[in-house]
Structures are given as structure tokens and as C-alpha cells.
């Protein structure tokens, strides 16, 4: 009888009102025409981000979200706060003596710089925005110190999220927010293409600043023999020519802690990428050619921005390409 009645009323309704009722239930909702951008840690090679975003906006390619991480996060804020330019301007400005004088010394606490003065020209510049009133969704991905979870800042300070997210363990000091103890997030998610997944984004474009760095993962097979300091006294009695080499050799060939140190975090981000992007590909990848930009060569930028937008100019055809098929009616 409830049915009967049902369909009654839909028969008395005006032909008008079930055409318009119909043509509305088969009209497709809007889809977002933009790139949504997955921007990856790197450190000083973090300025190819810039040459990306430049890319983009002279080829007149709409960002619809960013979701970054390091100093991927750091560049994507800028930009989607409007303060590009002044980025830009200031990593270009930086020298090989200016980046040092950036740096703040702390010894004895739980990082070995407290931050980088770039701390107080981020301030300065940002601090009365909010990750929320930007125009477009923002997240920067940082890593819970305590129990490696990664967190997602899409909210609140725009300067803190930023901080946390490029903190680099043993490097900066961590950042606390909301009761948690926030690190670098390419510990946990180097390059955030499941960020832009979870927000619905049709088309994602990764920049990943270190595709080029070691090439596959291999596995090597060796005779357990070298010149291991551990073992120093044993080797020499039995090899007086390793003896000689390990006293008269080039310095170019010792490794030291920061170097170690810095290799090891390379090497880490690469194998957790390629591990994720496994998983969850996005629709393109942008790998702008780095390799020879060292971590910490941030007075380096005029090549880094260069690369990344040559790069990008490269991967234009495909990225338009890849719009008419996903935006295409």
C-alpha cells in the first residue's frame, strides 16, 4: 500500500518537475580540473619544487591541492600561501657563507642545529596564516617521534607544520605539537602520493628528488675482507700492503659522521619511495636530475629551480594528455 501511494504522487507530479528531478540525477558532479601535487623531501635539492610550481603556472596548469613533505612542505606552503617569490627570492640569495651564518649550533640537546634562523624569516612572513584559510588543500606529513606514526597536518599554524615536517632527526630539534614530538616526515612517507589519494584527487603528480641517487636495489654477494678498523691489528699482520694503503690513503676516501649520517637518511628515503610508490603510483612522476646537488648545498638553488622546471616542461605533453582523459566530459 506505502508503494501504491508512492508512485501516485510521483504520477501527479508535474512533467516539468520529474524532467528536471531526472536530468539533475544524470548531470555528473563538477570534477576538479587541477594537479594535485605530491612534493618530496630532499633537502637543499627541495628547491627543484620551485622550478616545478614555475612550470606549472606559466604553462597555465591549475594546482588543486599539495601535499608535501620536508622541504617539499616547505615550498608547497609558500606557494599556496602566496610567498613564492620571497622564497624564491631567498634561496637564490643564499651563499655558501650566508647559508652558514643561517645556522644555529646547538650542542647537547636533541638536535644538533635548534632550527635554522630561517625559523624567524619563516615567522615573520607566515605567521598569521592558517593551513585552513588557504584557497586550496594543504597537508604537510611529519613522523610521531615516539611511535613512528604518520601524522598529517592539515590544520592550524602553517609555519609550525612546516617546521615539523623538515625537522630532520639528530639535525633540528623536533617539534612538539598538540602533545606529540613531530620529526621529518620522509622518515615514514618521503613522497606523499597517498595523502592526495585519501583526498580524492583524479590526477597526482609526484616530484621525487631522489629516483636518480642509487638506481634498483641490489644484492651483493662479497668475501668478508677489507679494512675493517675493528680489526685493524689482525689484517696488518697478515697484509702489510693494506697496512700501507690504510695509512697513505686519500682523505677524499674517509667518510665522516655527518657524511655517514646523511647517506644513510639518502639511502632511507629512496627504499621507503620506492616502496610506497609501489603500492599507490601516481598518474605521473616528475624526477628532476639532482643527483649532484649535495643535501646541504642549499646556495645551490639557481641550478636546483632549474632542473625541476626543465623537468617539468618535459612532462608537460603528458601531463595534458593525462587531463583530457580524466577531465575529459
Request: hydrophobic residues 50%; contains cysteine; aromatic residues 6%.
Given at each position: 500500500m506505502m508503494l501504491d501511494r508512492i508512485f501516485k504522487q510521483a504520477e501527479r507530479a508535474p512533467a516539468d518537475t520529474r524532467a528536471d528531478a531526472a536530468a539533475t540525477s544524470r548531470t555528473p558532479k563538477p570534477r576538479r580540473k587541477g594537479v594535485a601535487?605530491?612534493?618530496?623531501?630532499?633537502?637543499?635539492?627541495?628547491?627543484?619544487?620551485?622550478?616545478?610550481?614555475?612550470?606549472?603556472?606559466?604553462?597555465?596548469?591549475?594546482?588543486?591541492?599539495?601535499?608535501?613533505?620536508?622541504?617539499?612542505?616547505?615550498?608547497?606552503?609558500?606557494?599556496?600561501?602566496?610567498?613564492?617569490?620571497?622564497?624564491?627570492?631567498?634561496?637564490?640569495?643564499?651563499?655558501?657563507?650566508?647559508?652558514?651564518?643561517?645556522?644555529?649550533?646547538?650542542?647537547?640537546?636533541?638536535?644538533?642545529?635548534?632550527g635554522m634562523r630561517l625559523n624567524a624569516r619563516l615567522v615573520n612572513t607566515l605567521k598569521d596564516i592558517r593551513i585552513e584559510d588557504l584557497d586550496r588543500p594543504f597537508v604537510a606529513v611529519a613522523t610521531e617521534g615516539r611511535n613512528g606514526h604518520e601524522v598529517w597536518l592539515d590544520s592550524g599554524s602553517l609555519v609550525l607544520a612546516m617546521r615539523a615536517s623538515y625537522a630532520v632527526p639528530g639535525i633540528f630539534q623536533p617539534v612538539e605539537c598538540g602533545g606529540r614530538r613531530l620529526s621529518d616526515g620522509a622518515l615514514v612517507n618521503p613522497v606523499p602520493v597517498s595523502v592526495c589519494r585519501a583526498y580524492e584527487q583524479p590526477l597526482v603528480?609526484?616530484?621525487?628528488?631522489?629516483?636518480?641517487?642509487?638506481?634498483?636495489?641490489?644484492?651483493?654477494?662479497?668475501?668478508?675482507?677489507?679494512?675493517?678498523?675493528?680489526?685493524?691489528?689482525?689484517?696488518?699482520?697478515?697484509?702489510?700492503?693494506?697496512?700501507?694503503?690504510?695509512?697513505?690513503g686519500n682523505r677524499r676516501d674517509r667518510i665522516g659522521f655527518a657524511r655517514s649520517v646523511v647517506d644513510a637518511f639518502n639511502i632511507i628515503q629512496d627504499r621507503i619511495s620506492r616502496s610506497r610508490l609501489a603500492g599507490d603510483p601516481p598518474d605521473l612522476s616528475v624526477h628532476p636530475r639532482v643527483r649532484d646537488i649535495g643535501l646541504s648545498e642549499f646556495f645551490r638553488a639557481k641550478e636546483c629551480i632549474a632542473f625541476g622546471y626543465e623537468e617539468t616542461m618535459r612532462s608537460m605533453s603528458e601531463i595534458r594528455r593525462l587531463q583530457e582523459c580524466l577531465y575529459s566530459p
Open positions: 601535487l605530491a612534493l618530496g623531501g630532499g633537502a637543499a635539492r627541495g628547491w627543484a619544487h620551485i622550478g616545478v610550481l614555475r612550470a606549472l603556472d606559466e604553462a597555465d596548469i591549475p594546482v588543486s591541492m599539495i601535499a608535501g613533505t620536508s622541504i617539499g612542505a616547505l615550498v608547497g606552503g609558500c606557494y599556496l600561501a602566496g610567498r613564492l617569490d620571497e622564497l624564491e627570492a631567498f634561496a637564490r640569495s643564499l651563499t655558501r657563507r650566508g647559508f652558514m651564518g643561517l645556522l644555529d649550533f646547538r650542542f647537547g640537546g636533541e638536535g644538533l642545529l635548534g603528480v609526484a616530484v621525487n628528488l631522489h629516483y636518480d641517487l642509487f638506481g634498483r636495489a641490489a644484492v651483493l654477494r662479497m668475501r668478508a675482507e677489507g679494512s675493517d678498523p675493528a680489526g685493524t691489528a689482525s689484517v696488518n699482520a697478515v697484509d702489510p700492503l693494506l697496512r700501507t694503503q690504510m695509512a697513505t
